[in-house]
Structures are given as structure tokens and as C-alpha cells.
């Protein structure tokens, strides 16, 4: 069963606007959420967390929402840049350490 | 401070044979973590090794195994290898008890069966 879902396997932004990216998720036993970042023939590289207990968690351009009570978390990069075009993962963590992925979103911001 | 190292980069093997893989863990992390990652899908989560014990699996046969030696790399050993074992596999560092599992991720090898 898939656990973590992302619906939208590509999204297409113009530069300076925003990108929302979706993940939905199944297990309310889930600690935290994590959004990771990867291009072609690198290792996903980690962007941002939110703890359960929390409904938003800001970093510079990159926003995470959580919406518990419909199990969905969104990421938003405001303004989008050429170099965040990217496949994106939503990853959920157990009380175990280990990440269940969503199955990626590529991102392509268009100048 | 170094990253998370994988090798080799790449890897061809038959059917039927056996493979290793190496990594070695971002420096002052004491917790491992191996995902396999099939083309056009989310990495999946193999096993996490935390001071040389296995220290939770996913839904994989006992033909994938690992270690974690004393400097903490690791290594993934898969035997009798199968078409559908080609994939990215990726090797995560982190340091359990500090709050989230933010978990940094090799570059990957990747593995092809024929």
C-alpha cells in the first residue's frame, strides 16, 4: 500500500511565481515530514521538515504546510527559480527513523 | 566535513550473482540508512543500521543484507541477483537522537542486472 502519495508527477511554474507541491499520506502515526530535492545523477538532497505537531514550518523561499485532520502536506517555493526545477520527494518518518517516499514530482520553472 | 560517499558509481552483474555495495557516512553520523529507488518512483526503504545493528527493515527478502563496521560505513550485499534488483540504491547518513531523522543521501550507485 502506498502510504505517502504524490498525484502530480510534473509541474510547470514561470519564474517568480509559486510552485505548491502536493503529498498526501495515510498513517496519522507519522513524527515528522520531510521534503527532499534531487537532480539527475545526485542524491536527494534535504530542504525542510515539520513536526507533527505543527501546522507550518518556513525556510527562507520554502514553506511547508501540514494539514493533519486531511493527512496532506504541501511544500511552496516562492518565487521559483530556474535552478529549483528538480524532482521532489515527500518523505513521512515512523517513530522507527525510517522515511516512506512519496514517488516524486518534477518541478520545472521556466525563465 | 565530508558527505555521504557511495561506490562504485555504477555496476553491471548477471543474473544469479551477488553484489556489494559501499558507503561510507557523513562524518559525526552514527546511523545508516540504505533505499532502492526503480526508475520513475520514490526511493524505498531497504534497512537502517544504527551501532553495527540492524535496526528496522522493509519489505525486502533476506538476499539483501548489511553491515555497519565500527566508523560507521556500511555495506549492502545482494545475492542472487535478480532482473528487477537494477536500481538506484542510495545510502543515508544521520544522527539518531537529535529530534527529526534528517537523513543526507549519497549520489547512489547504480546497479543494472541483465
Known amino acids: 500500500d502506498q502510504q505517502v502519495k504524490q498525484n502530480s508527477p510534473s509541474l510547470s511554474v514561470q519564474e517568480g511565481r509559486i510552485s505548491i507541491l502536493n503529498c498526501d499520506y495515510t498513517?496519522?502515526?507519522?513524527?515528522?515530514f520531510l521534503w527532499y530535492k534531487k537532480y539527475p545523477a545526485e542524491g536527494p538532497t534535504f530542504l525542510i521538515s515539520?513536526?507533527?505537531?505543527?501546522d507550518k514550518n518556513e525556510d527562507g523561499r520554502f514553506t511547508v504546510f501540514l494539514n493533519k485532520s486531511a493527512k496532506h502536506l504541501s511544500l511552496h517555493i516562492v518565487p521559483s527559480q530556474p535552478g529549483d526545477s528538480a524532482v521532489y520527494f515527500c518523505?513521512?518518518?515512523?517513530?522507527?527513523?525510517?522515511?516512506?517516499f512519496g514517488q516524486g514530482t518534477e518541478l520545472s520553472v521556466k525563465p | 566535513e565530508t558527505g555521504v560517499t557511495q561506490s562504485p558509481t555504477h555496476l553491471i552483474k548477471t543474473r544469479g550473482q551477488q553484489v556489494t555495495l559501499r558507503c561510507s557516512s557523513q562524518?559525526?553520523?552514527?546511523?545508516v540508512s540504505w533505499y532502492q529507488q526503480a526508475l520513475g518512483q520514490g526511493p524505498q526503504f531497504i534497512f537502517q543500521?544504527?551501532?553495527?545493528?540492524?535496526?528496522g527493515r522493509g519489505n525486502f527478502p533476506p538476499r539483501f543484507s548489511g553491515l555497519q563496521f565500527p566508523n560507521y560505513s556500511s555495506e549492502l550485499n545482494v545475492n542472487a541477483l535478480e532482473l528487477d534488483d537494477s536500481a538506484l540504491y542510495l545510502c543515508?547518513?544521520?544522527?539518531?537522537?537529535?529530534?527529526?531523522?534528517?537523513?543526507?543521501f549519497g549520489p547512489g550507485t547504480r546497479l543494472t542486472v541483465t
Open positions: 543515508a547518513s544521520s544522527m539518531r537522537g537529535q529530534g527529526s531523522n534528517e537523513q543526507y
Open positions: 498513517n496519522s502515526m507519522f513524527d515528522y
Open positions: 515539520i513536526s507533527s505537531i505543527k
Open positions: 518523505a513521512a518518518e515512523n517513530q522507527g527513523g525510517k522515511l516512506i
Open positions: 562524518s559525526g553520523h552514527n546511523t
Open positions: 543500521y544504527y551501532r553495527e545493528e540492524e535496526n
